[in-house]
């Protein structure tokens, strides 16, 4: 027999002894106090997962909450998986010589397939679109992140940066969806005083959206002026350093709201994804597309892409064609 | 190293014998004299209770999930062995034949090395009380740097926290404070820090810490980054630092014991190491006061309780740089230049046979001081008798001087030594009344010294007796447990912690470098014929 020599089990299923032995030896996760806890969490140990790993997991789970939202899911998948999602960009805006931003009304939304950058945004029809950057089909130019900020970077309006230790070939898909736009619902305004908006701080650049403004007391707040307001029903609002002056509030104060853009805006990332066929962004990925007499584009048969998903998820839910 | 050769194995006393035997009468022996025979019966109970209180205090901390022990035990490696495999057997000394541990063999940097069974072949032995069998430097390096910086406490809002080194709980420490409540109308106010940032699970938080006394603090809060910290209520001259690793700690809380001294009131123990002319001590030190409001108000003096002298593995004196407590043990880890040491911090036991023959029914004691009882070497201890019959007074008494190298002498009182074959050391006694007598003893050597002192009485019926009474003084000493060279990398540091994690950490001055202890142990299940190792080996060699 050799120096080293596994058990031989012999024709007749007589075990043979064997001397030395050579073994590889195999990680097992010890049950401990740390599990005890993931159980009040309802969340496991992963395989070879060490205490101070799984402890920062189930820290997390009071911090990105587990809910049915897509963010919900993207964070519950992530953590279980050890996954969790971090910050991949951020996006600003570029200035004026004058410190203000080009862009009046900046908005930027990243969606399923897409990055959307409105240097206009508006609720009507009558937005402006600055980019829409396709970053799902792997053949564009901005499937990863790096191609993406360059592309950003080409704005006339916005600007894009990698958060350090970042990896630069990460799919530019991997972003958490989400977009810059802000509502603030119950700011109060004191009579014939400055009000400070909530969200912003005093001094830098704008971020609220103008004409998004609405007041509670409509009878008081009748009419913007650019100055210093002067007559009853009049008011400004300095969109730029953030803040609203009332000519006189009746009541001693005056309930309004307002929109805004979060900018600088951090986008995480997740090597989670997750992907709803009720998305158009996405379905429209899937799906050839055939404009309608009326101009309307609309999904006609799937793609291959969309086709090989499809069979894949009826296979998975044990449904088939025509059942 | 086996079993029995373990300093820490050696019979050891507990800090709880003294606070059961605080429960006699001041006056009592058995109180006053940490080696009374009273305590000595105590101590055999006292350490099964130090040990239960001990783990139900790691079980209180681990109940918060911020707070569990980040080394308990989360994984291990199991090698199946093969059914033909059939372990050896060796006959006890008992006669009864049991399995004969396998040789194991990892492969450790390409080379099978061969790995000891842990202590018992149990669980506890293999993760949780086993000594380290190697150090390597673990091949990262960071530039260190404060939170903040020592700055006064006037200064502290205006100074701009720096980036965490590495993410965990918080150390604060202040120095030089010396007011601890502000009045205000009818409220009081308590010195404290605020910290502001984001906590280590990403959450934006503010965390207070009250400040008891001149020290380092701990928060309760992980912490990633720090945006803000002020201090309310506090000496504008009051100096304090904010680190991610307790440089500053000095002494050193242990968390492990507690300071029990002779006249009640249970107080927090600090470690620290100090020099004496031999080499570096390990000194445990309490507060005077043992209530904690007279403390807050600045009575904060300590003493020193006991002062162990640190050996190397050949029994010589080394110049230790830091140490630090390893947490939820009796273990301390010490470095100096080229060295990294493991100690039990406990009191080692004083050799006690040289008082073998000490009467039941003194009628003169030996005491000292504060009844001290331990010394560092070099130190000199005054004895003083201590009449317990004042109706009877010796005709003569002697001094008799154990050294703990085994050298006997008869004492003068002037201190002088006589050998035992040159006099007999007897001295008259006045005749009328009684002075209590003083001698000093001074403390070369290390260990126990046992003084005794014999008294002659005349009785009733013209016949003479003797009495003997004893004292141990004791100059205590550890040998490590284990000692390892440094990796060239880590050689010449001048402190060493552990982070939240549990990762070792030493710091040069300048940056800090982590440090990886391995634990070459196994354990086997005979039944199951399995091999469980603690580290990660490429493959291992078992043999019967």
Redesign the interface.
Known sequence: MSE?S????SFAFT????????????????V???DE?GDLLTLD?LP?????S???R???V???RGSPTYEGFINNLARELGLSKFKAITIDLVLGSDGEPLATNPRVDILASEVILYKEWNSSEDYEIDKTINIYDLGTDCYYLSDLINEINTSEYFTASLVSGVRPNLLSTCLVRGNTHRREDQEVAWADQQTRLKDTEWGTRPRTHEGSFWFSEKNVFVTEVAGEPENPGEYSIDYYNGYLVSYDIPSGTGRFGYTYGEFPYTAYASLVQLYSLQDENFTKKLFAQEVLESGEEVNALPNAEGSEIIHQLYKDTKVFWGA | MTLEDRPSRRYRRSWITQRIANQFAPWTHARSCPVSVAQQIINVGALEIQKTEQQLAEEAR?MH??D???????????????????FGETETVDGAIVYAPPTVCAEINDVLTEIAIAEDNNIETFYYDCLPTRIVYGEVQKIWDDVISETTASEISSVEPEELVLEGHLYVTLMSNTIWKTRFKDTYYFTKITIIGYS????YITETLPLRYNGTFKTINQWSSVEEVFVSHVDGNAKVVISCLPFSEDPIVDQWNTAVPIDGGDRIQFLGLEENDYGSILVGRSFLNADMELIRMGLDDTRRDYAIELLDQDSLNITAEAFLCKPYSDLIYLIDANSLYVYDRNVPYPELENTADQSADVRMALTTDDSQWIYSRGETATVTTRILDVGNIPICYRFLLYTPSGSKYYIGLDGSLWPITEADGWITSPETSWDEQRIEISMSELGAYTLEIETKYKELDDTHITRKAKLILFVPSVLPEAQFVLPDELKGCRDIKIDS??DLWFYNGTSVMKAILYHDYFIADYAKKV?W?RE?????????
């Not at chain 1, 596994?6 to 089990?9: D, Q």
């Not at chain 1, 070879?48 to 101070?52: I, M, S």
């Not at chain 2, 035990?73 to 093969?82: G, I, N, Q, T, W």
């Not at chain 2, 990660?536 to 019967?544: G, K, L, M, W």
């Open positions: 080293y596994i058990a031989g089990i075990v043979t002894s064997v001397g030395k032995v050579e073994l590889v030896p195999e990680r097992q996760n010890i401990n106090r740390f806890h140990r070879e997962e060490g205490n101070a799984f402890r920062q189930m820290l997390d009071t911090v990105n | 681990n999930l911020s569990c022990n980040p080394l308990l035990m989360d994984h291990a490696y199991s090698s199946e062995l093969p059914a033909g495999f059939s280590r699970k990403g959450t994690d549990g091999i190792t990660d080996y490429p493959r291992i060699t078992v043999e019967p």
